[in-house]
C-alpha cells in the first residue's frame, strides 16, 4: 500500500511541468520592462476597472502592455505613452486623472458631498433642538432625581 502512494506521488511531481505555463514574454532590455510596469502599474485596467493594468490578467491588459513596451521601443517618453492611452481610451484609465474642468467634479465630489453631509447634519440637530421642548422639572420629579442621585453616592 505505501508503494503504490509512494509511485503517485512521483507521478504527480512528474506531471507538474506539464501544467506550467509559458513565462509571459518580457523586453530585451530590462528598462524598458522597468519603465514599462512603473507606467502601467499607474493605469486602470479596462476590463477589471480595480486593478492595474500591470497587475491584470485580461487579455486586453496583455495586449495594451505590449503596446506600451512597443511605444517605449519607439523613444516615446513616459508621458507620451499616458498621453496615448489618454487620447484613445480617456481619463478612466489613469488612475489618477489631471485636474483640468472635466474632471473637476472628480476630484472636488467627495469633499462636496462631506460638506453637504455636515450641512444636513448641523440642520438636522438645530431642528431637532428646536422641536423639543425644555420643560422644567416638576417638585416631584426633582426630589426623585436628587434621591437617585443620593442613591450612587452612597
Partial sequence: MKRSWLWLATLCLLAMPALAKEAAPLAADPEIERRMVKITEELRCLVCQNESLAGSQADLAKDLRNEVR?????????????????????????????????????????????????????????????????????????????????DDLS
Fill in 70 to 150: 512597443e511605444l517605449i521601443k519607439s523613444g516615446k517618453s513616459d508621458d507620451e505613452v499616458k498621453d496615448y492611452l489618454v487620447a484613445r481610451y480617456g481619463d478612466f484609465v489613469l488612475y489618477r486623472p489631471q485636474v483640468k474642468p472635466t474632471t473637476y467634479l472628480l476630484w472636488a465630489g467627495p469633499f462636496l458631498l462631506l460638506l453637504i453631509g455636515l450641512i444636513a447634519l448641523f440642520r438636522y440637530l438645530r431642528r431637532r433642538e428646536r422641536l423639543l421642548p425644555e420643560a422644567p422639572l416638576s417638585e416631584e420629579e426633582r426630589r426623585r432625581a436628587e434621591a437617585l442621585l443620593k
